[in-house]
């Protein structure tokens, strides 16, 4: 176990007299989310007069876990802070920078190669600052964490969207920007605003072809990729119980596609056995003892609409499987309205290519009963009709899965077998030239769909379901067949129904340890040389951002109003862009090209208002920059959803964007923003958005004022010389105001340090 045992013994020591206290504060029964984020709150005493989605509050993690992609910026932001190692654990996966195209070996083999400069600097910053590195081919983080950090009742931030994944496991695990991170790594709290909670009630029994992913499927057409901005959501209920650990996992995963800041269940048998099965029995122990302070107050769960902001419940027993999509991930479709939906859509019937695994589906479950699908398929004669590709979350999921001939099994009816990382979840799939690309269908058991997401083709149509639909669909080969009533022809003509998978949660003998690939930082740190070479075109040294001279922001050109969705891929594209993540300077080129523009409704053209010509975004942004001009971004709602990938932040303010007025933000990208100093603001009236024109200029109004609550004015200075005023809101704290004026976070640690 590398998980340290001292810390988790005295954690469970005080945790029910910490709990005691905190229910005599508020003086009523406790959800579990308040449990866990009250136990971790830096001043218990104020937690009264705290309200949600109004107030902000420090909080300090246990943990911290970043990904290669995130972690190079976070720790080169921590490099500057001159601090000497990490306040609390913390550990770096290298998940996201192996590309997937031949297999796994050959894979892994040229991501090493490709990637070694990148790997060597967090193997050694990793050493310098003591915190725990995992080798490319150990794992994705999120599986990974789960395996080996997470335990019930903890609290973690990891620089990765889908770090909620271990509230399978009981614990709070919100995703952050980097700059958050560096926070805690300095021994600061960790700053959130006080969420909802959200309480789903989940009763009766998974049965047949309907496994949890369906549950969350279902849970995101409910509430909308916005809807649970703000809120925790807690699981509770019978439904709850039934569930494997890995499958409440995959639940929580996906909970980051609501917007919710994260999702937590309760501690039950599945979580003892899933730590007892990943051996940390003394870990299952403690919190058995424990239970009581594990999971929400009876109380709450007997009277539920009285302590959650909102509650649903859902039914396992009468659940049906989903299918959601295509392009975004909370277009939910029961497989029975399938047929009429996609008919509807106008997207290829056929299916080029099936995808299992990542963090969100490669438990054992998953893998069993997906390989379940292709034996029963194989067996009556079926083969896959579709390319079909599997990618485990570690490398313990691919041994055991190895050892119980579930590989086996994919790789007699053709899969490939990708290296146990991000690959096509995040664009590393290598489909070969973008030029050859056509029109086409994908299905995969991952947790994001939005256009260009696996491939980088915006005319791949992909659709998001459990492992176990995935593998009966590329079977099928066919986007219309419903494994629960339809029939196919195997080779020999006969007429064959594939029988419902079966699977077990866990392996009977464990999931046996292995620390393959993983590196502990060495007692004496004091020789590790960390060297970035200058011409690098990977990594960068950061120049901390200047400070504003003076909070007088006038002039400043649009660079663009973008027109719908506009998420963080939109913003810094992933893909061929992830080796980019570690330099500011290069990566920023990327701004904004996936963005459409309102005015002309193109990618990455927008109007240079000093040569009155269309040119990429970059290229504007650098030309306003170079004149001496900051210039301000316009978008409409839940803007920046999807990754916390804060390059998206640091690029505006590496180009000078000062303000970035929306109808609304996504929570990590506004958070983000705010850190790097750039001005994060709303539209009091949502329709102010069209009064802003291509050619205006824009002066923002009462900055030295700037206070909670109070509105700022913007002056839109029209090209034909009319002037018009418009209102926006914010929802800065002071501490967040103290940011912005330092001009970013990082400035303000340094500067108090
Ligand atoms: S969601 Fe995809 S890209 Fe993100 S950590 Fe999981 S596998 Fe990697």
Redesign the pocket.
Known sequence: MILDIDIIRSFYKSLPGRIDEIRKLLGHPLTLTEKILFTHIVNRSGISGLRRKENYADFLPDRIAM?DATAQMALLQFMVTGKEQSSVPASVHC??LITGKFGADEDLKSALEMNREVYEFLSSVCGKYNIDFWNPGAG???QVVLENYAFPGGLMIGT?S?TPTAGGLGMLAPGVGGADAVDVMTGMGWELKLPEIIGVRLKGRLNGWTSAKDIILKLIGMFTVKGGTGSVIEYFGDGAESLSCTGKATICNMGAETGATCSVFGFDASMSEYLVSTARGEVAELAFRNKDSLTGDPEVYADPEKYFDHLYEIDLSSLEPYINGPFTPDRAIPISRMKEEVLKSGCPLKISAGLIG???NSSYEDISRASSVIENALSQKLSLKSEFIVIPGSERIRTISEEAGFMEIFRKAGAKLFANA?GP??GQWDRGSIDDMKVNTIIHS???NFAKRADGNPDTYAFVASPEIVAALSVAGNLLFNPLTDLLFNSERDIVKLPEPSGRALPQEGLKPTLSGYQQPPADRTNIDIKISPDSERLQLLEPFKDYDELDFQNMPVLIKVKGKCTTDHISMAGIWLKYRGHLENISENYMTGAFNSFNGKINSVLNVLSGNYEPVPKVARTYRNNGLSSVVVGEDNFGEGSSREHAAMEPRFFGVRAIIVKSFARIHETNLKKQGVLTLTFINNSDYYKIREDDWIDINGLEQLSPGRKLKLTLNHSDETVEYIEAGHSYNENQISWFKAGSALNLIRKSK
Request: charged share 20%; glycine share 0%; with cysteine.
């Open positions: 990904q998940d996201h994705i983080i999120h990765d889908h990542s963090c969100t991000c979840c995040i991952f947790n994001r």
